[in-house]
């Protein structure tokens, strides 16, 4: 399995959302599988997703698209840190 985690703050976390809820289909079509959004428990407005994807070179040439960076603008998203992995092990207890 691909993963994306993306740590970055909003502005907003109910304009973020929107807008990351409305591009669902896009991210689908690159190559998004599923994902997970979280908060940072202190600061609300520090936002965690973590995705899994069909793989990284498909993640990186989304995320690093001129529309993304556009979007991202318009979302409030503040200086995001991306961070592509390969899973190495996953189990349940």
Known sequence: ????????????????????DNASIIRKEAGEISYQVLKQVNNPKMIVHFSVWTSIEDAKNFFESPKLVQIRKEAGVKAPNFIYLDELEAGIL
């Not at 399995?1 to 990351?20: A, N, Q, S």
């Open 1 to 20: 399995m691909k993963h994306v985690l993306i740590i970055h703050e909003v502005e907003d976390y109910l304009t973020w959302k929107e807008i990351f």
